[in-house]
């Protein structure tokens, strides 16, 4: 089983909301990974977890907020989002964090409204 | 800091044509490549990477890439396209100087295979 599950498929939220994706791997990876997609433009990094403590932040507003409850799950914790903020956010996972390749999952649309 | 560069953004071209799409890449150093590749409404989905050894690599659906380190090139191709293939291509890198765990994808080349 190669998959890696984002729930939900899409979402609307107000900008004063608050909001969660999910990201679930039954691989067994150790490395976990956001990233950000806008329409018409390549993957942009924004969070690696690696054995479920954050190794990279590339500087990533603190309106999103990320967390690894275990090795299996990976969640992004939305708040006050900017319209701009509008993505196909995408999740994947690696073996480790070093010379593997990247499995990604389907993504969530996000809407900010 | 690596950058990716893709210099084909469109590409149309009829069933049975060959593909070759480009991709540079500025890192000096030790490096991954990769090549993904996106149908329309589906995932992200890996075609064919490159570690170490044989720089002409093989990868699935017909697909392969050759590392060529002098020029910082890693160059997808396919002897003869099909309808199938019509998606968006990414080539990406990640390098030694960040554990390899910093994935830098290039813009994107969008193919169009006409039947």
């Known amino acids: 089983d190669t998959e890696v599950t984002q729930t939900p498929k899409h979402l609307v939220m107000g900008m004063t909301n608050k909001k969660s994706l999910k990201c679930e791997q039954h691989?067994?990876?150790?490395?976990m990974y956001w990233y950000k997609q806008k329409a018409k433009k390549p993957p942009e990094l924004m969070f690696v977890?690696?054995?479920?403590?954050?190794?990279i932040n590339e500087s990533v507003p603190s309106r999103f907020s990320p967390e690894c409850p275990n090795s299996s799950l990976l969640n992004l914790h939305l708040h006050a989002l900017q319209p701009e903020d509008s993505a196909l956010y995408l999740c994947?996972?690696?073996?480790?964090?070093?010379?593997?390749?990247?499995?990604f999952g389907p993504g969530t649309r996000l809407t900010v409204t | 800091a690596q950058s990716v560069s893709q210099h084909n953004h469109h590409v149309i071209l009829s069933e049975a044509a060959s593909l070759e799409l480009g991709c540079n890449y500025s890192?000096?150093?030790?490096?991954?490549l990769f090549w993904y590749v996106q149908y329309p409404g589906q995932h992200l989905q890996l075609l064919l990477k490159?570690?170490?050894?044989?720089?002409l690599v093989k990868g699935i659906k017909g697909f392969e890439a050759e590392f060529i380190k002098s020029k910082f090139s890693f160059n997808l191709r396919k002897p003869s396209v099909q309808w199938s293939d019509t998606a968006e291509y990414f080539c990406?890198?990640?390098?030694?100087?960040?554990?390899?765990?910093?994935?830098?994808f290039g813009t994107g080349t969008r193919l169009l295979v006409s039947p």
């Open positions: 990406a890198v990640n390098a030694l100087n960040t554990g390899f765990q910093k994935l830098v």
């Open positions: 890192y000096g150093g030790t490096v991954n």
């Open positions: 490159y570690f170490s050894g044989d720089p």
């Open positions: 691989m067994g990876h150790r490395a």
């Open positions: 994947a996972s690696s073996q480790g964090s070093g010379s593997y390749e990247q499995y």
């Open positions: 977890y690696s054995y479920e403590k954050l190794s």
